[in-house]
């Protein structure tokens, strides 16, 4: 099948692969050159539109495949579908990335967030988070993945406990990678403005606050305190009142407390 480009490896980036890193570069080329056929595709709307006609074909480890793929291109499809000329929209992207997201189970979840994870450094998890597409695909994926997590099934076997264990465990190094980011990802919501970043693709406050919903959500308390803090400190740095009452009131009606 030509949608399964690669033998699943769960998610793996293959050996040698080097964890893609906020350069400049990155928003433009794939740091995996299987990757780049997929790009290709999904930047022609037509492309796009067929993958979505064909998703009831895939099977799962298909789906898996091209989730795996896509996600390791966030940053130059989120960059080029921006500024290319009649490139694919975001729009058709972010229901693509969903229906690719809910068509899994939580142990195809976790192989797909454990391969985030693997492919890229701590800096390149804040540029993605960074920039719309980016976000809303993290978003996604965590919501999903809660979803199931918070399914109240009472026939649950020890198996799907374990499963359900390890989404939570590779949820907390997420969480945990990701933290000392918040601040570039509150700035580049509430300012539009990243250095080197054309604004169509950054990141808005009402994605921001998406994304922050669904980390309060896979987080434990401790964490949640972490990400308070984190916000609460950035705000501060504006020194702007209006901007911290507004972070205050954000934090409470996420439900996330230091």
Not at 119 to 133: M, Q, R, V
Request: aromatic residues 4%; proline residues 4%.
């Amino acid at each position: 099948c030509l949608l399964h480009v690669t033998p699943s490896r769960g998610c793996m980036p293959p050996e040698g692969f080097q964890p893609i890193a906020a350069e400049a570069n990155t928003m433009t080329q794939t740091a995996f050159g299987a990757d780049g056929f997929l790009l290709q595709l999904l930047l022609v709307p037509k492309g796009s539109k067929m993958l979505l006609r064909a998703m009831n074909l895939l099977t799962p480890e298909q789906a898996t495949d091209v989730i795996c793929h896509m996600l390791r291109c966030l940053p130059p499809l989120a960059y080029l579908s921006a500024t290319g000329r009649d490139a694919t929209g975001i729009e058709l992207l972010v229901q693509l990335l969903v229906k690719l997201v809910y068509s899994l189970d939580i142990v195809r979840l976790s192989q797909v967030l454990a391969g985030v994870l693997a492919a890229y450094s701590d800096a390149g998890l804040h540029l993605i988070a960074c920039t719309k597409l980016g976000a809303l695909a993290l978003a996604a994926l965590l919501r999903r993945g809660h979803d199931e997590y918070m399914s109240d099934d009472g026939q649950r076997s020890s198996q799907a406990t374990n499963n359900l264990l390890a989404w939570a465990a590779i949820c907390a190094t997420l969480i945990k990678r990701f933290s000392g980011g918040l601040d570039a990802v509150f700035m580049a919501a509430t300012q539009n403005a990243v250095t080197g970043l054309p604004p169509a693709i950054i990141t808005d406050a009402e994605v921001m606050v998406d994304l922050l919903y669904e980390l309060g959500a896979n987080a434990d308390q401790e964490q949640r305190a972490v990400i308070c803090r984190e916000l609460a400190a950035a705000a501060l740095r504006t020194g702007n009142p209006q901007v911290q009452e507004q972070v205050t009131q954000l934090l409470q009606s996420l439900n996330i407390t230091a």
